[in-house]
């Protein structure tokens, strides 16, 4: 799809926070020539969520325009560890992790993007390849008093809490990895607006024209306070269970919701005449939290397993009923009483330790035979019994005494 460059420009600015800078960006589009358009996602989980897909849906966008979309796994770049946010060093990543998490990027962003018109790439093809002399004469581009510009390197600094020299590498590498895909332009979230800005710099530094910077927003996750990370347990990722996707996001506070449908929704979900009601109080936020669950399953698993979802979660939180279909556990046990409650737990997986699962006993998270269970040393007698931890955890545990 070929449009005007006016029509275009503003395509790039939908959805968009920062557009560094709008005038270059112009200038470029009117050469008539496809844009090399970057975005790089290191590997420091095996799964992409919900917020990879606010960039990816923009890049999307101008994939649709006839562009071509980079999309740059950083291999090298996980085994520094991203210092954006952090206070403190991150712990690098081994060669064997990153390359077993980056293993199934491709098929995950084949959810978003064509990946038939996408050029996917490795920083470690140029980096392993960079001479020490290269690396010294990349990092003499930029003094240690602008790497400390960063709010995380400031803050770090200023409260005596240590940075690692090869912490000041990552912004650097992940700069040249734009002069090694001669990149126009590198979309972001803004965290990343210090590194795409270098990237800038380094560019002019190894005489290529700067590219244009473009960020989106930051998605925050499930507990609304912290931008969604893996790390932080606050995460919906694209490959999770139906069931997990949909409860999950059903778990969001209701002061979200605008967030969340204002970054994920898409206009044939027709979620924003919704979410107009909501504000006049003619609709439930657990309904209009019901209808993104449900096209966010279906965008992801299809439609049936968006209903088959909605239903398990109907079944499971409204009417407090087992799922259908829950994990079978067998036990042989010697003991004419059973086991106790705490052994039961550990059995079927729902606590590592036998302290886990009194902790979850105590906190009353733990039922029985839908029977909340008060004391961790109770014995559950021989037969079938329905375990249930927490709102989504079931398992049925059948315990066979073992008269020999």
């Known amino acids: 799809m070929t449009l005007p460059v006016e029509q275009q420009v503003d395509v790039f600015r939908t959805r968009t926070v920062d557009l560094v800078s ?26 992409l969520h919900l ?27 996980a085994m520094i560890g991203d210092p954006t946010g952090r206070s403190k060093t991150r712990v690098p990543l081994t060669s064997d992790a990153v390359a077993k998490n980056a293993e199934t990027y491709t098929s995950q962003v084949s959810c978003v993007l064509d990946v038939n018109r996408i050029e996917i790439r490795f920083n470690s093809e140029w980096m392993n390849q960079m001479s020490v002399a290269e690396l010294i004469r990349l990092a003499s581009h930029q003094p240690v008093a602008r790497m400390l510009e960063r709010d995380d390197f400031k803050r770090r600094f200023q409260t005596g809490v240590s940075i690692a020299i090869h912490e000041f590498l990552y912004p ?121 669950a449900r096209a966010l399953v279906g965008r992801f698993h299809g439609q049936a397993a968006a209903k088959s979802a909605e239903e398990h979660f109907e079944r ?36 590592k330790s036998r302290s886990e699962a009194r902790r979850l006993v105590a906190q009353g998270g733990v039922r029985i035979d839908e029977i909340r269970a008060s004391d961790a040393e109770a014995y559950l007698r021989p037969g079938s019994h329905l375990v249930q931890a927490g709102r989504r955890r079931f398992a049925r545990l059948h315990l066979r005494q073992n008269t020999h």
Not at 54 to 68: A, M
Not at 175 to 180: G, H, I, L, P, R
Not at 188 to 202: A, H, M, P
Request: negative net charge; glycine residues 10%; charged residues 25%.
């Open 22 to 47: 709008e005038r270059e960006l112009a200038e470029r589009l009117g050469r008539g020539k496809p844009l090399r358009i970057k975005y790089g996602c290191d590997p420091s989980a095996p799964d």
């Open 172 to 292: 650097l590498v992940q700069a040249y990895d734009s002069v090694a895909l001669r990149a126009d332009v590198e979309v972001g979230g803004t965290d990343q607006l210090f590194n795409l800005l270098l990237g800038r710099e380094i560019q002019r530094a190894y005489g290529q024209e700067p590219q244009v910077v473009l960020t989106v927003p930051l998605l925050e996750g499930t507990d609304g306070a912290e931008k969604m990370s893996k790390s932080l347990g606050n995460a919906i990722g694209i490959r999770d269970a139906p069931e997990e996707m949909y409860g999950k996001t059903m778990s969001i506070p209701d002061a979200l919701l605008a967030r969340w449908i204002g970054l994920l929704g898409r206009p044939e979900w027709n979620l924003g005449q919704s979410l107009e009601a909501l504000g006049t109080e003619r609709r439930n936020p657990r309904d209009l939290k019901a209808a993104l």
């Open 316 to 351: 499971v939180f409204r009417e407090h009923r087992a799922p259908n279909e829950v994990p079978e556990v067998e036990l042989q046990v010697t003991d004419a009483r059973g086991v106790p409650v705490v052994d039961a737990l550990v059995e079927v997986g729902f606590a």
């Open 51 to 77: 917020g990879h897909t606010v960039p990816l849906d923009k890049l999307r966008q101008l994939q649709d325009l006839g562009h071509t979309i980079i999309f740059l796994v950083g291999d090298f770049t």
